[in-house]
């Protein structure tokens, strides 16, 4: 597509329940970031895709977070038994060469992630 | 270990008031450092990237200059539509990944 696509943008749950959020990515893009933004902060890395593999996992705050990426595009955060502190902004982003200093990431509008 | 912070975290300025944003970063070998803007409600957009001390970038009323410990976002008779915050990110030596600011609100009151 034109650019990337995030679903969906808000998502209210509540605590204990798992959510799915979605990511299609820049048509060519090979490279695909989950971020995650909280109020006040900077974003913080989750996970890394080349292709369909996952390089960098480091970012992951623990085992309830998991990821997937399929046919090189489409990723699925998946975030289960959700917690209060899990209430934030996920931002996906896709860019066409992976760790050069040239690289220029292009985000999705972020899917807005409410735990009650 | 490696750090990009930002200043202000917030600043307000009269239309055609110019200032500056400052993005300092303690980092072990710069590879690159960016520029995005972020909208309400939307995604950072690139603005810039920097890769060497004394470099400059420009476009519109916003330009970018690099030392070896900061970079300045400098914008010139800003305009209302340049109200956003401004996130700066850094990627090194030793890590591909970028390390981000926390932003500088900028409100440019018409």
């Known amino acids: 597509g034109a650019g990337v696509s995030q679903s969906p943008s808000n998502k209210v749950t509540e605590k204990g329940k798992d959510v799915e959020l979605r990511c299609d990515p820049i048509?060519?893009?090979?490279?695909l970031y989950w971020y995650r933004q909280s109020l006040g902060q900077g974003l913080e890395f989750l996970i890394y895709?080349?292709?369909?593999?996952?390089?960098?996992k480091s970012g992951l705050p623990s085992d309830r977070f998991s990821a997937e990426r399929t046919g090189g595009s489409v990723s699925t955060l998946t975030i289960q038994r959700t917690q209060q502190e899990d209430s934030a902004v996920y931002l996906c982003a896709s860019s066409l060469i992976p760790g050069s200093g040239a690289n220029v990431l292009t985000f999705g509008a972020g899917s807005r992630l409410t735990v009650l | 270990e490696d750090q990009v912070t930002q200043s202000p975290e917030a600043l307000r300025l009269q239309e055609g008031e110019s200032s500056s944003l400052n993005c300092s970063y303690t980092v072990s070998g710069l590879r690159g450092l960016f520029w995005y803007r972020q909208d309400p409600g939307k995604g950072p957009e690139f603005l810039f990237t920097l890769y060497s001390a004394g470099e400059e970038k420009e476009k519109e009323r916003l330009k970018a200059t690099l030392t070896k410990k900061e970079s300045f976002l400098h914008i010139t008779a800003p305009k209302p539509e340049d109200s956003a915050t401004y996130l700066c990110?850094?990627?090194?030596?030793?890590?591909?990944?970028?390390?981000w600011g926390a932003g500088t609100k900028l409100i440019i009151k018409p």
């Open positions: 990110a850094v990627r090194t030596d030793s890590n591909y990944q970028l390390i």
């Open positions: 895709f080349q292709g369909n593999s996952a390089p960098d």
């Open positions: 048509s060519g893009h090979t490279a």
